[in-house]
DNA sequence: CGCTTGTTTCGATGTCTGTCGATACAGTCG
DNA sequence: CGACTGTATCGACAGACATCGAAACAAGCG
């Protein structure tokens, strides 16, 4: 994918924007947001769905669906081990957007 | 706003939670994130509404609206200087989110 | 094998969002 | 002033989304 330097350099194609701006949309919900530093930053980098429940005031099959959303946008994987279900982040999704996001050195372009 | 470290170290709060998922919704659609690297991108860092409309297939009220989802989401100003309105980016916002999606080196937490 | 617990899927519902055409507003120029 | 161009707002509408309760599925345990 030709998606990944940072947009404040030149403008981002069609297709490129398509793909993001579905990551973003699984960012754009607070819950997702939580959702996704709750797995990032527990214990071995993994949660299971029961620690991901709790903290939150809306039923469990919606925290499942926003799990889901993650998962189908390329934030987290997921496994069952046993009677739980684990979800853990996936690094490289992040570090894509966190670049394209970047401001590099300069917020105008090259001078000169 | 206590929300600017990066979401792998610890959990995000309600609140900041709720302020930055504005901000990844403003991200969430493919003509925005388009329309603000169009704006980052461009020469002098800022373009007028009428370099904007051009690219996209969309009609005039329609990348209005969406300059004005940028512009109360803080990504972008603007500003009327005579016949054109100008809009620019505001790196500090990009640089904030660019931020909280950082990998602090070690994806998993220290080991040991 | 049936019960219990953890998780996902399904169907329904109310709200939000992207889009449009029409229209209003803001400057400029004759 | 009046016409014209550039931009924003309005009202309407279709499609997408968050949420729920009910029900299905999965795994362990008696």
Partial sequence: M???APMVREPLGEEAA?????????????IRLRLLSLIASHDGGEACVC??????DVS??????????LRE???VGSERRGTWVYYWMLPEAL??????LEIP???AKAPT
Avoid: E
Avoid at 51 to 56: G, I, N, V
Avoid at 95 to 100: M, V, Y
């Fill in 2 to 4: 030709a998606c990944c």
């Fill in 18 to 30: 398509a793909g993001l701006s579905r990551m973003f949309k699984a960012l754009s919900d607070p």
């Fill in 51 to 56: 620690d991901l429940t709790a903290p939150f």
């Fill in 60 to 69: 469990q099959p919606t925290i499942s669906h926003h799990l889901k959303v």
């Fill in 73 to 75: 946008a390329g934030l």
């Fill in 95 to 100: 570090a894509k957007l966190s670049t394209l």
């Fill in 105 to 107: 050195a300069m917020s």
